[in-house]
């Protein structure tokens, strides 16, 4: 049977949840990011390109394109899902051995076991209903990005909510100051209208600039930039207390605090919890091999260690960075009988 193209199943050839009305809002998302940046880059052009101006198109441009990319990367990416293949680390063995043995009777759905997925549940993992897949980390899923929220796209999330919220401020910025720096009419007083109301051409221009489509737009660019700049702003306020803690709000709410890697931001990846330039961009988080087992919460099982032998094999389990090809072929590969 060949492989699905799209898709959230271990045999999926690309990650896409194929959810009809997250792919609806998923789509809005980048409507609303196309609309806005295109707006002020018209808003811009009409008032006239200057120094300041070319300023704001280049740095409209760069928040828009940044918010656009860490959308889709944040959509497409896998986000933690737990590989078939996955077996627990040494730590978790007997527990993950107690789960599987209740899991055919009416305690399936013990910890350590995954009755949906029918396969291993690393502890940090959480199983989500729209991808049908248990994915490590999960903090929640996000309808805007159409996709579960887990520990290798927890970055792309919040690169796109903090680049669309600076996308809000931006945009504001620039709606008031061509707001105040656009040639005002003459003020006339009331007599001065009463009079000339029929007549005057400065009056039969400012009716005419009233019905400007330009404006309409602009109008609307500034509701969302309010709408959508309150709500990121509350969401990076959510998620700040993810990046302090390394635990992912399910977790917390869980009262589940565990902390598997204190040395590194399990977020933004990287080797300290010190902020790195490469933070700021869309690229995939990197954890350092001494502690990645640590954070997914499982190793690939070896042949040996399917035929029920869980002893030893570390050295082969031990998996390669997440985007690695081999990474990609060993996580999907059904186990040998
Ligand atoms: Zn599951």
């Known amino acids: 049977m060949p492989r699905p193209l799209l898709g959230t199943g271990a045999d999926a050839r690309y990650w896409l949840c194929l959810d009809v009305c997250g792919l609806c809002c ?14 002020i880059l018209h808003d811009l052009y009409r008032h006239g390109v200057g120094i300041t101006g070319l300023l704001n198109a280049i740095v409209c441009l760069t928040l828009g394109g940044m918010a656009s990319l860490s959308h889709l990367k944040a959509m497409l990416s896998d986000p933690g899902a737990v590989p078939r293949a996955a077996a627990p680390l040494a730590r978790d063995e007997e527990r ?9 009777g009416y305690r399936s759905r013990a910890k350590g076991w995954c009755h949906r997925c029918a396969s291993y549940k690393p502890p940090r993992a959480h199983h989500d209903s729209v991808t049908n897949r248990c994915i490590v980390k999960m903090d929640h899923y996000c309808p805007w990005t159409n996709n579960a929220i887990g520990v290798l796209n927890h970055k ?7 680049y669309t919220f600076a996308l809000c401020i931006h945009s504001m910025v620039v709606i008031v100051q061509l707001t105040y720096a ?15 109301r029929y007549d005057d051409d400065a009056t039969i ?29 509350c969401m990076l306020a959510d998620q700040w207390s993810v990046l302090r803690t390394n635990v992912a709000k399910i977790d ?65 389990a031990s998996f390669d960075h997440p985007q690695d090809e081999d990474f990609k072929r060993r996580a999907t590969a059904k186990p040998s009988p």
């Open 156 to 162: 792309f999330f919040i690169l796109f909510i903090g």
């Open 252 to 316: 917390r709410l869980k009262g589940e605090e565990t902390e598997c890697a204190s040395d590194v931001n399990e977020v933004f990846g990287g080797r300290s919890r010190g902020f790195r330039y490469d933070w700021l961009l869309p690229t995939a988080p990197v954890f350092p091999e001494s502690v990645r087992d640590d954070i997914m919460g499982y190793r690939l099982a070896d042949k040996r260690s399917m035929s029920g032998d869980l002893e030893g094999g570390d050295e082969e």
């Open 26 to 39: 998923a789509i809005l998302s980048q409507v609303v990011i196309l609309f806005s940046v295109s707006s």
């Open 205 to 233: 221009e400012l009716a005419k600039q009233s019905f400007n489509p330009g404006k309409l737009g602009t109008i609307l660019v500034a509701f969302c930039a309010l709408l959508f700049g309150l709500f990121t702003a």
């Open 96 to 104: 993950a051995r107690l789960a599987a043995s209740a899991a055919s």
């Open 182 to 196: 656009a040639p005002r009419l003459p003020k006339m007083n009331r007599q001065q209208r009463r009079q000339e």
